[in-house]
């Protein structure tokens, strides 16, 4: 699976909107500490969620269409500290929310993240979408089943997307993609594969 098409094989769809993400990428609009700061842009929104270091900037990056990174990548996980909003003209936009999990801050910042991410769930009026991105190669996690959980509570349309998949062998794709499937109770036909 290309890239570029991660909005279209989150969405399951192949509508124009998923169509012109692919062909155009994504603009850079800002950098936001809270919700209450983020601009609306009365556009279908999608949030990217997942660990630290799941690999949520690479896929921005992707989709960006660009030679010059548009998110940040870093070997060292919870470099995305803000909410961050992205454009597709037109289109849709996407949020990078921060990652949860073993990132090397404060426990207060991670206080603030929760604080964050649970007021943007919640409040976001044009959310559409969630994806949730899980690493293919580390073992299903308790923090992922349990933000499942609460977008199913909120009754946010959401889609799990497996990453790192090519880092995976050829034999071990499959029986990756099942447990992964099993272990966080998902529909049939997810997790979906992403390779950065």
């Not at 509508?15 to 994504?26: M, N």
């Not at 896929?59 to 998110?71: D, I």
């Not at 919870?78 to 426990?107: E, M, Q």
Request: include cysteine.
């Amino acid at each position: 699976r290309a890239p570029v098409s991660l909005v279209r094989c989150a969405s399951g769809t192949t509508t124009s909107w998923a169509k012109r993400a692919d062909e155009q990428g994504i603009d850079f609009v800002g950098c936001f500490g809270t919700v209450r700061e983020m601009p609306q842009q009365r556009l279908p929104e999608i949030a990217l969620l997942g660990r630290s270091n799941v690999g949520k900037s690479s896929a921005l990056n992707a989709l960006s269409k660009r030679r010059k990174k548009l998110a940040v990548t870093s070997k060292t996980p919870g470099r995305t500290r803000t909410l961050n909003l992205y454009h597709i003209p037109k289109t849709c936009t996407i949020t990078d929310l921060p990652g949860y999990g073993f990132a090397r801050v404060s426990d207060e910042m991670q206080a603030d993240w929760r604080k964050n991410i649970k007021q943007y769930l919640t409040r976001r009026e044009d959310l559409a979408l969630a994806v949730l991105l899980v690493d293919a190669n580390v073992e299903p996690q308790e923090k992922d089943a349990q933000l499942l959980d609460f977008l199913e509570e909120c009754k946010v349309k959401t889609t799990v997307v497996a990453t790192k998949v090519d880092k995976l062998k050829a034999n071990e794709v499959e029986p990756t993609m099942r447990r992964l499937r099993e272990s966080l109770a998902l529909p049939e036909g997810q997790p979906l594969q992403f390779s950065a």
